[in-house]
């Protein structure tokens, strides 16, 4: 299935068929592809690139189709790296995290930082965590395949 050219996100560089390896989903998503491409957002004389994933019914191309901006996509993976890393030792913590400091860790960016921590206002968070644990547990192949795949093309790029 083609991603459509004509809608306000422009693609430039596509993955036709995202639906094949989208995790545990591949074969069966409706994340049929993803692209990098001109922003739907843009204004004149003002142009941004974004990712998008784009979302098909069966019948049509879906509103649940998403579109971010390329440093929210890497600031994205930061945050699933740095709680990836929070959880290969949380088993050290009854509740999986401190209660008394739910900062997992600031991570530094732009003279400021990206505070990473346990959501505590989550009313639910002692289950939700476990959960939480438990899935990036039984995801550890997939997650892992793809960290490893990121890790040689930063490695390639000089990071």
């Not at 560089?13 to 922003?39: H, Q, R």
């Not at 784009?54 to 709680?83: F, M, N, Y």
């Not at 939480?132 to 547990?137: D, H, P, R, T």
Request: proline content about 3%; overall charge negative.
């Amino acid at each position: 299935m083609k991603i459509p050219t004509t809608l306000k996100h422009k693609p430039v560089i596509v993955c036709e068929n995202y639906e094949n390896v989208d995790g545990k989903y591949a074969y069966s998503s409706d994340a049929k592809g993803i692209s990098l491409g001109l922003a739907q957002w843009n204004d004149r004389g003002k142009i941004d690139i974004s990712a998008k994933v784009w979302r098909h019914t069966g019948g049509k191309w879906s509103r649940q189709s998403e579109e971010l901006p390329l440093h929210r996509v890497i600031d994205l993976a930061i945050l699933v790296c740095r709680a990836k890393l929070h959880f290969q030792d949380a088993y050290r913590y009854e509740k999986l995290y401190d209660p008394e400091n739910p900062v997992i860790d600031r991570v530094g960016m732009q003279g400021d930082a990206m505070t990473v921590e346990v959501c505590q206002e989550n009313e639910m968070i002692d289950e939700d965590i476990r959960l939480f644990n438990q899935v990036l547990s039984d995801d550890g192949e997939l997650l892992g395949e793809r960290l490893r795949v990121l890790s040689t093309i930063l490695k390639e790029m000089g990071y």
